[in-house]
C-alpha cells in the first residue's frame, strides 16, 4: 500500500508540488502523468525518501516515511530514469550488496532467476563501464526487483530499453502488480500508463487536475467520452488542442 496525504513540496519560495493525496492499494498500478515541470519527479523522490515533504505525509506499506523510514523503505523499490549505479562493482556483485542491505535471505535462489528475467546472466562478472546505457538500466532494475518489494515506484521505466526490453519490462511490471505490489509509475508515454494503470493521476504545476481510472475521468468529462488518453491528456493539462 502506497499513501501520499496532502504531499507539499517547496524549493525556496516555489512550491512544485502543492497539496497533493493519492492511494494505492496492492495489486494497483497508479500512472502520475503531466508536463514538463508538473512535478512528478518531486513527487517520486518525496515517495522514496530521497527528499523530505514541507508538509503531508507518505506511508509505504502502512509505516510512515517520516516517523519509521527504515520499515518504510525496506518495503520500497525505487527506480529513477536515470540509473546509479556502483563504478566498482560487478552486476553480480551489486545484487549481492542490495541483498545485504535487504538482508535477502535466499540470495542464492534469486539472482539467478532475476538475472534471467532481465537478460544479464551473461554480463554477471561485468562492470557498469562495460554496460551498454539500456543494461545499466536494467540491472537498476534488478537490484530494485531482488528483495520483493511490496511497493514499487518507477521514474520513466523503459528509457533506454529496446522495444523487446520495453515489452518484457512492461510484462514484469503488470506480473509484479498481480503478485500484489502496490506500484506507481511516472511516464510520458502514455499507451505505456493506458495498457498497465488502474488509475491515473494528472497533475500540472503542482496540483491535482484528474485522479481515478480512465473511466472515471472520462465520465467527470462528458465532452471527452470516445478521446484517446492523449486527448484527454492535452484537454485536462490545456497543453495544446486535442485532435480533431
Ligand atoms: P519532467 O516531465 O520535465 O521531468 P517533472 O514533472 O518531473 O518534469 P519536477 O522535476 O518535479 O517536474 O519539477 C517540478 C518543478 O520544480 C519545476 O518547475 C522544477 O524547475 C522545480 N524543481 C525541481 N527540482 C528543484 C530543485 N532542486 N530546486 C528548485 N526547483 C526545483
Same mark, same amino acid.
Given at each position: 500500500m502506497i499513501s501520499v496525504q496532502s504531499l507539499t513540496k517547496r524549493y525556496g519560495d516555489f512550491t512544485a508540488v502543492d497539496g497533493i493525496s493519492f492511494d494505492v492499494a496492492p495489486g494497483e498500478v497508479l500512472g502520475l502523468v503531466g508536463p514538463n515541470g508538473a512535478g512528478k519527479t518531486t513527487t517520486l523522490r518525496c515517495l522514496a525518501g530521497i527528499i523530505a515533504p514541507s508538509t503531508g505525509a507518505v506511508l509505504l506499506g502502512g509505516y510512515d516515511l517520516q516517523q519509521s523510514p527504515v520499515d518504510a523503505k525496506r518495503t520500497l523499490a525505487f527506480i529513477p530514469d536515470e540509473p546509479h549505479l556502483f563504478d566498482y562493482l560487478t552486476v553480480e556483485e551489486h545484487l549481492r550488496f542490495i541483498a545485504r542491505v535487504y538482508g535477502v535471505a535466499d540470495v542464492e535462489q534469486r539472482i539467478g532467476p532475476v538475472l534471467e528475467e532481465l537478460e544479464l546472466a551473461d554480463k554477471r562478472r561485468s562492470l557498469p563501464d562495460e554496460l551498454s546505457r539500456g543494461m545499466k538500466q536494467k540491472l537498476a532494475i534488478a537490484c530494485g526487483l531482488l528483495h520483493e518489494p511490496k511497493t514499487l515506484v518507477l521514474d520513466?521505466? =523503459?528509457? %533506454?530499453?529496446d522495444p523487446g526490453g520495453m515489452r518484457r519490462m512492461r510484462a514484469t511490471i503488470a506480473a509484479r502488480a498481480r503478485a500484489g505490489t502496490a506500484v506507481v509509475l511516472s511516464s510520458h508515454l502514455l499507451t505505456l500508463v493506458e495498457e498497465l494503470c488502474t488509475k491515473i493521476f494528472v497533475i500540472r504545476r503542482g496540483r491535482c487536475v484528474a485522479y481515478g481510472s480512465l473511466a472515471q475521468i472520462v465520465e467527470s468529462h462528458?465532452? =471527452?467520452? %470516445?478521446?484517446?488518453l492523449e486527448d484527454v491528456f492535452l484537454a485536462l493539462t490545456g497543453e495544446g488542442e486535442s485532435a480533431p
Amino acid at each position: 500500500m502506497i499513501s501520499v496525504q496532502s504531499l507539499t513540496k517547496r524549493y525556496g519560495d516555489f512550491t512544485a508540488v502543492d497539496g497533493i493525496s493519492f492511494d494505492v492499494a496492492p495489486g494497483e498500478v497508479l500512472g502520475l502523468v503531466g508536463p514538463n515541470g508538473a512535478g512528478k519527479t518531486t513527487t517520486l523522490r518525496c515517495l522514496a525518501g530521497i527528499i523530505a515533504p514541507s508538509t503531508g505525509a507518505v506511508l509505504l506499506g502502512g509505516y510512515d516515511l517520516q516517523q519509521s523510514p527504515v520499515d518504510a523503505k525496506r518495503t520500497l523499490a525505487f527506480i529513477p530514469d536515470e540509473p546509479h549505479l556502483f563504478d566498482y562493482l560487478t552486476v553480480e556483485e551489486h545484487l549481492r550488496f542490495i541483498a545485504r542491505v535487504y538482508g535477502v535471505a535466499d540470495v542464492e535462489q534469486r539472482i539467478g532467476p532475476v538475472l534471467e528475467e532481465l537478460e544479464l546472466a551473461d554480463k554477471r562478472r561485468s562492470l557498469p563501464d562495460e554496460l551498454s546505457r539500456g543494461m545499466k538500466q536494467k540491472l537498476a532494475i534488478a537490484c530494485g526487483l531482488l528483495h520483493e518489494p511490496k511497493t514499487l515506484v518507477l521514474d520513466e521505466p =523503459l528509457t %533506454g530499453l529496446d522495444p523487446g526490453g520495453m515489452r518484457r519490462m512492461r510484462a514484469t511490471i503488470a506480473a509484479r502488480a498481480r503478485a500484489g505490489t502496490a506500484v506507481v509509475l511516472s511516464s510520458h508515454l502514455l499507451t505505456l500508463v493506458e495498457e498497465l494503470c488502474t488509475k491515473i493521476f494528472v497533475i500540472r504545476r503542482g496540483r491535482c487536475v484528474a485522479y481515478g481510472s480512465l473511466a472515471q475521468i472520462v465520465e467527470s468529462h462528458p465532452e =471527452l467520452v %470516445g478521446r484517446s488518453l492523449e486527448d484527454v491528456f492535452l484537454a485536462l493539462t490545456g497543453e495544446g488542442e486535442s485532435a480533431p
